[in-house]
Structure formats: structure tokens, C-alpha cells
């Protein structure tokens, strides 16, 4: 009984010594955890601050931003006016020295006639549809006679597993084929069928409207074309005058120099000569006589063809 009692002192001592040993290993690791907790709130902290620091900074450049481009904006407005006096400086000297003075607002009675007829042409051709509606009819056409399509397929293929169900055995080959067919199809011609309905009368609007534009293309073919030859005619002439002017070293009218400078520029002078031919064809269009805004005033009400043609002119003179 001794020695069996001492056996088991024995071995819980070797069990507590083990024990101690794990206690002292986890004491150690609650340690290192300790260390880290405290390590990963100087790391938060440390984040913390710097964030407050970034927001700073952010905030510091957002008001450098907006220091720096309102020094741009007032840069550009004094770089207009100063080319604004530049440009009248160069047409009194340019006057004073003989130089003749461009006739771009005296309107030639042949141009109003050929500016009416664009008009004419311009309103015609607006009462059409656009390719893109024209197209977006012929889809919706297009999708019809699809879902017609597919529904015909499968009900042919409906009809001929049916013929073949009716005439070949239960048991054979044939029959066991066209009974898959037949449980395929009859749902998709259905469901197709159904799509079909759905679709037919956007369908058959969307042709009608294209029968419709179709005949009123026939009628107003020739107007159309009138229009387009007298704008490009009347776009010719108006620029064989502005050439002129220019060659001649004319002085210009001050609203074509507010609106686009004394001379052509270096490089992209083609887009130049056709802005200013667009913009003289506006004024005879229009009647405009305004001597110092080039397009005139802003049409107060909405008139398809001139507030669009103001508007892209408009955007077009920006860039110069």
C-alpha cells in the first residue's frame, strides 16, 4: 500500500510540475499579449494622430486649390480684356493707317433668297424622323417578325412530332424522339406565340410610322435638297467675302473680333473660316444687326431651328 501511495505521489508531482510548467508558458504569452495590446493602442493612436494630420493637409490643399484657380479664372478674365484692347488698339491703328474696313453686315439679296431656301429645306427635312428613330422603329419591327419566326418553327415542330405520334408504335425509336419534341416545342411556340401578341402593336406602329416618313421623304426629297444646295452656295459665298477681307488686311467689325479675334489662327484655321461662315449666315438668316454681339440676343422663345443653331454656335465660339 506504501509503495502503490508513493507511485501515485509521485506521479501528480510530475503532473503539477507539468502543470506549472504549461502555467509559466501561458504566463509568458498572456505577457507577449499584453505587450501587443499595448504596442496596437500606440499603433491606433499613432494612426489616430496622423489621420487628424491628413485632414489637415487635405484641408490645406482643397483651400490652396481653390486659391489657385480662382488666380486662374481672374488671370484669364484680365488676359481677355487685355486682349480685348489689344485687338481695338490694332483696328484704330490699322484705320488710321488706311486700312479698309470689312462689309460683312451689308446682306446681298441673293444671299437672303439662297439663307430662306436652307430654311425652307431645314424645316422639311426636321419634319422627318432621324436615323436613329428610324432605326429604333425597324428593331421593334425586327422583334416581331423574330418572336413570329420562332413561334412558326416550333409549331412545325410541334405538327410533325404529332403526325409521327399518330402513326409509329408506342415502342419504337421514333415515337420516343417525337414525343420529346413534341413536349419541347408546344411550350416554346406558346411562349413565343404570347411574345408575338405582345409585340404587335408597338410593331405595327413603329411601321406605320416608318410607311408615313417613307412617303413624306418622296414629297419633300426636292425641297430637301434645294436647301441643302442653297446653305452650301450661301456658305461659299460668305466665306469668298470673309476671305477676301482678310486678304485685303481689312478691318474687321468689332462683333466678329470680340467673338472670334482680328485674324485666323495659325493652326486650325479651316475650323475657324467655317465657325465664321456659320456665324454670317446666322446674322443674314436672322436679320441680326447687333454691331456688338455676334449672334445677336438668345431667342427668348423655343424655335426649333434657331435656338439648336444658337446653341451650337454658341458652344462653337467658346474655344476661340
Given at each position: 500500500m506504501n509503495e502503490d501511495y508513493g507511485y501515485q505521489v509521485r506521479r501528480l508531482e510530475t503532473q503539477a510540475g507539468g502543470m506549472e510548467s504549461e502555467l509559466r508558458?501561458?504566463?509568458?504569452?498572456?505577457?507577449?499579449?499584453?505587450?501587443?495590446?499595448?504596442?496596437?493602442?500606440?499603433?491606433?493612436d499613432d494612426l489616430r494622430s496622423f489621420e487628424d494630420d491628413l485632414g489637415t493637409v487635405?484641408?490645406?490643399?482643397?483651400?490652396l486649390d481653390d486659391d489657385v484657380r480662382s488666380d486662374i479664372r481672374d488671370t484669364e478674365q484680365a488676359l481677355k480684356r487685355l486682349t480685348g484692347r489689344v485687338q481695338a488698339l490694332e483696328a484704330h491703328l490699322l484705320?488710321?493707317?488706311?486700312?479698309?474696313?470689312?462689309?460683312?453686315?451689308?446682306?446681298d439679296p441673293q444671299?437672303?433668297?439662297l439663307a430662306q431656301s436652307a430654311a425652307r429645306g431645314w424645316n422639311a427635312r426636321s419634319g422627318l424622323l432621324t436615323e436613329?428613330?428610324?432605326?429604333a422603329h425597324r428593331l421593334k419591327a425586327r422583334q416581331y417578325e423574330a418572336a413570329l419566326a420562332e413561334r412558326d418553327e416550333h409549331r412545325d415542330k410541334v405538327m410533325q412530332a404529332a403526325g409521327i405520334l399518330a402513326s409509329t408504335p408506342r415502342s419504337s425509336?421514333?415515337?420516343?424522339?417525337?414525343?420529346?419534341?413534341?413536349a419541347v416545342s408546344r411550350p416554346l411556340a406558346e411562349k413565343h406565340d404570347q411574345r408575338a401578341r405582345k409585340l404587335a402593336d408597338t410593331a405595327e406602329?413603329?411601321?406605320?410610322?416608318?410607311?408615313?416618313?417613307?412617303a413624306l421623304r418622296k414629297t419633300k426629297t426636292s425641297l430637301i435638297e434645294q436647301g441643302e444646295k442653297a446653305e452650301r452656295k450661301l456658305n461659299w459665298l460668305l466665306r469668298g467675302r470673309l476671305a477676301d477681307a482678310i486678304r485685303d488686311r481689312a478691318v474687321l467689325p468689332m462683333w466678329f473680333v470680340t467673338a472670334l479675334g482680328p485674324v485666323p489662327p495659325a493652326r486650325k484655321t479651316q475650323e475657324w473660316m467655317e465657325l465664321a461662315a456659320q456665324v454670317l449666315a446666322y446674322r443674314v438668316t436672322y436679320e441680326i444687326t447687333d454691331q456688338v454681339v455676334a449672334l445677336g440676343a438668345k431667342p427668348g422663345?423655343?424655335?426649333?431651328?434657331?435656338?439648336?443653331?444658337?446653341?451650337e454656335l454658341t458652344e462653337g465660339l467658346r474655344r476661340w
Open positions: 508558458a501561458l504566463r509568458s504569452k498572456l505577457e507577449e499579449a499584453e505587450d501587443l495590446e499595448h504596442e496596437l493602442h500606440r499603433v491606433r487635405r484641408g490645406e490643399l482643397s483651400e484705320a488710321a493707317g488706311g486700312a479698309p474696313l470689312a462689309d460683312l453686315d451689308t446682306v444671299w437672303k433668297q436613329y428613330q428610324r432605326d425509336r421514333e415515337f420516343k424522339q417525337a414525343a420529346t419534341d413534341f406602329s413603329a411601321q406605320a410610322a416608318l410607311d408615313q416618313d417613307d422663345t423655343y424655335v426649333q431651328r434657331r435656338t439648336e443653331w444658337h446653341r
